[in-house]
């Protein structure tokens, strides 16, 4: 008698647990001085609220340990929204901050591009691209980005070390990404 609440409980709780955050892909690359990622991810949330996370610069600091500060700039000449991230990051004992400054295009609730400005940021290119859908009662995201720091990495095992680095730190945020959409929802 007793198993039947128990299972109950077990049901309710795979549940839950399966409308979490879920990475679906990554997959990280290094060439030529350039890296690149693409992943994908699907949060239990709206993506009213998902894009707000991501179109919202000052949200970073709040989901990723990586950004120290984050901003909302006004936008440039041409009108794009700007933004201002400092991200401080240690791989083993190399520890380094690194400043990106740039605009934004907007697609509302379905495509976010931003280009940093190399003369203003520590890298000679750096671009996101996150496009949004609907799907299964969340929102899918697929991420792109394709960096070139413009600060020395150790030839030997830093590419290795930043491809894991930007592997596994994206996948630590995903939580925190889909709490902080959930809580827009509740306003």
């Known amino acids: ?23 679906r892909s990554v997959d990280v690359q290094y060439e030529g001085g350039r890296y690149s990622l693409v992943s994908v991810a ?7 609220e998902t894009f707000e996370v ?8 709040q989901f990723s340990s990586a950004v120290v500060d984050a901003l909302d700039l006004d936008p440039d000449s041409s009108g794009r929204p700007g933004y201002y991230v400092l991200n401080r990051g240690c791989i083993l004992f190399f520890c380094k901050s690194m400043v990106r400054q740039g605009y934004v295009e907007v697609q509302h609730n379905r495509d976010l591009r931003a280009v940093a400005n190399p003369q203003v ?10 496009k949004f859908a609907e799907e299964s009662g969340g929102t899918r995201v697929r991420y792109a980005l394709l960096m070139e720091p413009d600060f020395w990495v150790p030839p030997t095992i830093g590419p290795y070390l930043i491809k894991r680095k930007l ?9 925190r990404i889909e709490d902080l959409a959930q809580r827009l929802a509740d306003r």
């Open 1 to 23: 008698m007793r198993a039947i609440p128990c299972l109950a409980l077990l049901v309710l709780a795979s549940q839950q647990f399966a409308a979490a955050a879920e990475m």
């Open 42 to 48: 699907w949060f239990d949330a709206g993506i009213d």
């Open 54 to 61: 991501f179109r919202t610069w000052d949200y970073s600091t």
């Open 121 to 130: 940021s520590d890298f000679r290119l750096f671009e996101e691209n996150w």
């Open 167 to 175: 592997r596994d730190d994206g996948s630590d945020a995903l939580d």
